[in-house]
C-alpha cells in the first residue's frame, strides 16, 4: 500500500521498496573507552540553529519529520495507557507534540541539541503541558528508572555512540517503560550519494562522504537487544520525494538542518562537480515528467524495558495450534 501526499512544490509517498544501501557499522569497544567520532556535533548543532532562525523556510519544509513524527505518535496511541510525562528526545521545534493530545500524554518534556530548534515554536499554542530543555542525546541528564516513556524521531541517527545512547535511554526508564524512536536507514538518499560520488569522481578524481553513513535496521534489531531491551519490534518504510532538480532538494535538506555534518566531509563542493551530479541525478534516476525523486528510508523501532511483568516468550513446541490452520 502506497500513501501520497502532494503539494505544489513536491511529492511525497510512502512505500515498501528495498534497494541498494550504504550501511553504518557497529562494534563493540570495552567499557569507558571513547566512542568513534563520525559527526561534528558542534557542526550539526550550528545547522540545526540556522535553519531554524529562518522559521518561514524552515517550516517549509517541515513535511518530512512531520509525517515520520506523526507515525512516532501512533504507535504510543496503540498501546493501551495514559502517560502523565513522555520524553520527547531530539524533538527540535516540536514535531511529534502536533499530534498528541491529553488523553494520550498529560506532560511532553521535549529535549533537543539546538536551543533555536527549541523554541522557534514555543509561541505556537499546544493541548498538552510542555517543558523545553536543552539536552545533548550521547549526554542524558535524567535519572534512572524516572521515565514512564521516550520518544525520538529523526534524530539519534546523528548520535556517534548509538549503543551508548539505547543504553542510557533504557536506563532511565522505569520498569515496564517504552521506548519508540524513528531514524534515517541506509537506503536514504542512493540518489543523491551515487550521483555526487560519480560527479567527483569524473571532476575531482576522487570521492568524499556527501551523504551521512546510515544504520541498518537488523543492526538497529541487535542494538535494542544489545542496550537491555526486550519485546524489541522494528519496521522499515519509505518516504520518496520528488522534487524539480537536485537544487531544490539540497536547499530543502539545508533548512531542515539535515546538511551533512560528517567529521571527514570537504569543506567545499566546486560548482562544476555540483552541476555535473544535478546532471547525472536527473540522467539516472529523473522522472519522465522532469522531476527528480528523493528516497528516505525510516527505521522504527520499539523496545520495553524489562520488569517482573514483562510477558515472557512461550516454549518452542509449545503451540496447540497450527499456523497453517489460522492462515
Known sequence: ????????????????????HVIRAYATVPPGAP?????DRHVKQMQKDRAAI?????????????????RVADRLLDIKRNFSQVVDLGSGCGHIVKHLDPTMVKKLIMC????????RDADQPCSIEIERHVVDEE????????????????SLNWVNDLPGALIQIRKALKP???FIGAMFGGD??????????????ERESGVSPRVSPMTDSSDISRLLTRAGFTLTTVDVDEIQVNYPSAFELMQDLRSMGESNAVLSRRPLLQRDTLLAAASIYKELHGN????????????????????????????RGSANASLKDVL
Open 288 to 315: 519522465p515528467d522532469g522531476s527528480i525523486p528523493a528516497t528516505f528510508q525510516i527505521i522504527y523501532m520499539i523496545g520495553w524495558k524489562p520488569s517482573p511483568d514483562t510477558p515472557k516468550p512461550k516454549k
Open 139 to 154: 549526554h542524558l541528564p535524567f535519572k534512572e528508572d524516572s521515565l514512564e516513556a521516550v520518544l525520538s524521531s529523526l
Open 176 to 178: 515496564d517503560g517504552v
Open 112 to 119: 533537543d541539541l539546538s536551543e533555536k530548534a527549541l523554541l
Open 54 to 70: 529562518s522559521v518561514e523556510s524552515s517550516r517549509e519544509v517541515d513535511y518530512i519529520k512531520d509525517e515520520v513524527a506523526a
Open 188 to 201: 536514504t538518499l542512493f540518489e543523491l550519494r551515487t550521483s555526487l560520488q560519480l560527479a567527483e569522481t
Open 1 to 20: 500500500m502506497i500513501h501520497t501526499i502532494r503539494s505544489t512544490r513536491f511529492n511525497l509517498s510512502i512505500s515498501k521498496l528495498v534497494k541498494p
Open 35 to 39: 566512542a568513534f567520532q563520525v559527526f
